[in-house]
């Protein structure tokens, strides 16, 4: 069983930046690879980043790539998402997610076990 809870979200300006943090409980932080995911008011979630067991690999969706960041810290159970230049377009509520089969990163929402609760972030233009 894995626990998580995003940290992080809120209200920020177009061009501005917000870190996000998703702690993790239950099996230990390195036996998973892990995920962003977000959705839009009216829209389906969708893919944001993905980073493998390891920390070694990380892949993106076009639309944030070289705007985003993920990142993990095994030692500490958290993930992060760091995000630069936000676009209203950013705006939904970003979920973070555990993926107990795999050791790489996947965009597959299917491929996710474990779900946190989601936090909203709001990007004004």
């Known amino acids: 069983q894995v626990q998580l809870v995003e940290f992080g979200g809120g209200l920020v300006q177009a061009g501005g930046s917000l870190t996000l943090s998703c702690a993790a409980s239950g099996r230990t932080g390195s036996s998973y690879a892990m995920g962003w995911f977000r959705q839009a008011p009216g829209k389906e979630r969708e893919f944001v980043a993905a980073i493998s067991r390891s920390g070694a690999t990380t892949t993106y969706a076009d639309a944030v790539k070289g705007r985003f960041t993920i990142s993990r810290d095994n030692a500490k159970n958290t993930l992060y998402l760091q995000m630069v230049s936000l676009k209203p377009e950013d705006t939904a509520v970003y979920y973070c997610?555990?993926?107990?089969?795999?050791?790489?990163?996947?965009?597959?929402?299917?491929?996710?076990?474990?779900w946190g609760q989601g936090t909203q972030v709001t990007v004004s233009s």
């Open positions: 997610a555990a993926d107990l089969i795999r050791p790489f990163a996947t965009m597959r929402e299917s491929e996710y076990d474990y």
